[in-house]
């Protein structure tokens, strides 16, 4: 019988039952039989070994920005051929995103907006807690709820609007755009799905630019006003790249928060004897957080081009030839994780990858870790004895990315 081909990136996605269902089924054979693997459909290499992986995104001579692939990689193409009709957000937001930027421009917009964020991380945990604490207000005395809509999704966005300064009385708007532009990232949206991202870009846009005038006539204690306040001490900044990147922290960060919270409230519930665990010692919250972020990441991969031509994993690469790095399959390498299948938040291995890393290490991971290191124990104190009616996760049909639809639970 003729050996079953090797998986392609297209398969890869939760588009594909087989994927969605079990990732790893797929990316285990891939490291086992190919892990520099080349599919010519989607014109790049897909890396599945913790060591390849990590030594493509910690390289900060290779390119992030989608233009510099070769033609033959359709997706990165893609990227920077992507037209969103009807949006209408001004010329000097577009392809200023630090997400997708290299140097020089990287190193010019990333450092003021890290060191601003983290200034503010560092001392909003009493914020944290406090939006934690009323959204599990909110749910009241529900016996059955969703998780994810009542507690997993309105925690991230609403502490990110906080920490920007946005209108406490616009938070449900704020929200509203939050979710449309975060189809941003999903390019099997539908047509109607393609209208709330463009709306939504739209408004989150003008906001935005509405708030940096604002804070500069009169200041407050938020991130908006620190970054226009940076500017006008002489930081090499323009409107649109603040305007776009303050932007970025929402849409990338309440998407991938959002997942995080969902599926570790999912895999504790399903995992007793480690929950018993967190429950036994609450000092456990940050140990438990970094193991849901390597065993069910939110984020399944990178990218990079290759900025010359060079080796990965023994084969030989083209500059300009694409990569698509897994870090879902490098945070389960048996080199690199002992029993890599087993969930257990005592668990001290190598570090995760899934934050990347190298230059583009996501800038909100300090924020995403705090969030999370909150929420969950706090669920867990509140609802003690939490369970699933139904424990068959249904995960959302967004490519790249693993997050629930929905997490009923019963309390």
């Given amino acids: 019988m003729a050996k079953e081909p090797l998986p392609g990136v297209f398969e890869l996605t939760p588009l594909n039952p087989k994927f969605s269902e079990n990732p790893h089924a797929l990316l285990d054979r891939l490291r086992a039989e190919c892990p520099v693997h080349r599919d010519p459909a989607a014109g790049t290499f897909f890396l599945t070994r913790y060591d390849d992986v990590r030594g493509v995104v910690s390289d900060n001579s290779m390119w992030r920005g989608p233009q510099f692939a070769e033609e033959a990689a359709v997706i990165q193409r893609a990227l920077v051929e992507q037209n969103i009709p009807g949006i209408t957000a001004p010329e000097d937001e577009r392809g200023k995103s630090i997400l997708l930027m290299d140097n020089p421009d990287h190193a010019r917009i ?3 907006l890290a060191k601003a964020l983290y200034k503010r991380v560092a ?3 009493p914020l944290v807690e406090a939006v934690v604490a009323e959204k599990l207000d909110a749910i009241g005395d529900a016996k059955r709820f969703d998780a994810m809509a009542k507690f997993a999704l309105p925690v991230p966005i609403d502490v990110i609007a906080r920490i920007l300064g946005v209108d406490q009385n616009r938070l449900a708007e704020f929200r509203d755009w939050s979710e449309g532009a975060i189809l941003s ?3 099997f949206r539908s047509p109607a799905e393609t209208e709330w991202v463009a709306r939504s870009i739209n408004a989150l846009s003008a906001y935005m630019r509405e708030l940096m005038d604002k804070r500069r006539k009169s200041p407050q204690d938020d991130l908006v006003t620190d970054m226009v306040q940076l500017q006008a001490e002489g930081a090499p900044l323009s409107d649109g790249e603040i305007s776009v990147n ?3 922290l929402l849409i990338g960060g309440n998407l991938t928060t959002t997942d995080l919270i969902g599926n570790a409230i999912w895999l504790l519930i399903t995992h007793q004897q480690e929950l018993a665990k ?3 010692d609450p000092a456990l919250a940050a140990s438990m957080v970094e193991e849901v972020l390597r065993y069910e990441s939110p984020v399944d991969v990178t990218g990079r081009i290759a900025s010359r031509d060079m080796e990965v994993g023994g084969c030989p690469v083209k500059k300009a030839q694409s990569f698509f790095v897994s870090l879902r399959g490098a945070n389960r390498d ?3 994780f002992p029993d890599p299948h087993r969930f257990d938040i005592t668990r001290h291995d190598a570090p995760h990858m899934a934050f990347g890393g190298g230059s583009h290490l996501c800038i909100g991971a300090p924020l995403a870790r ?3 290191q909150i929420a969950i124990p706090a669920f867990f104190a509140r609802y003690p004895d939490a369970k699933l009616p139904d424990p068959t996760p249904h995960w959302r049909q967004m490519p790249f990315f693993r ?9």
């Fill in 370 to 372: 705090l969030e999370a």
């Fill in 334 to 336: 048996p080199a690199a």
């Fill in 185 to 187: 990232l999903n390019p």
């Fill in 278 to 280: 967190l429950k036994s």
């Fill in 246 to 248: 303050l932007q970025g």
């Fill in 123 to 125: 001392r909003c945990r």
């Fill in 403 to 411: 997050g629930l639809k929905e997490l009923t639970v019963d309390v």
């Fill in 110 to 112: 990333r450092p003021p």
